[in-house]
């Protein structure tokens, strides 16, 4: 057996908000619309991973969801130009990330971060 997708579920009245945070900001395309779901994402490979955590690390809350890009400093400013408030960092963790948290239009705290 062979897991093949995760996919993270995220309930919302309004899905527009979805699209402005993960589409237009972060870069992420379109895979499906239908009348009850749109989903976003990338087709290109990458790695899959489930995190159980006591905390976010460096004391900070846990991450609802950890978002890994490969330039922080241009997301950085995207999320900032868009107004979005970063709730921590940007900063070089000792386990050899960078990294910010902002909270997407659902209250959902993201970690954005690149590796060193």
Do not use: C
């Not at 589409?23 to 992420?28: E, S």
């Not at 749109?38 to 006591?54: A, H, P, R, V």
């Amino acid at each position: 057996m062979k897991v093949k997708r995760i996919v993270l579920n995220i309930e919302t009245r309004d899905i527009s908000k979805a699209t402005y945070f993960y589409k237009d900001i972060l870069g992420l395309e379109q895979l499906m619309e239908l009348e009850f779901i749109t989903t976003y994402g990338s087709n290109e490979k990458m790695t899959t991973q489930l995190s159980f955590l006591s905390e976010g690390g460096s004391g900070t809350p846990v991450p609802n969801l950890s978002i890994e890009v490969d330039n922080l400093e241009e997301v950085l400013n995207r999320f900032k130009n868009a107004g979005v408030p970063i709730e921590y960092g940007p900063t070089n963790e000792p386990w050899g990330v960078r990294r910010f948290y902002v909270r997407d239009p659902f209250g959902k705290l993201v970690n954005i971060l690149t590796h060193q």
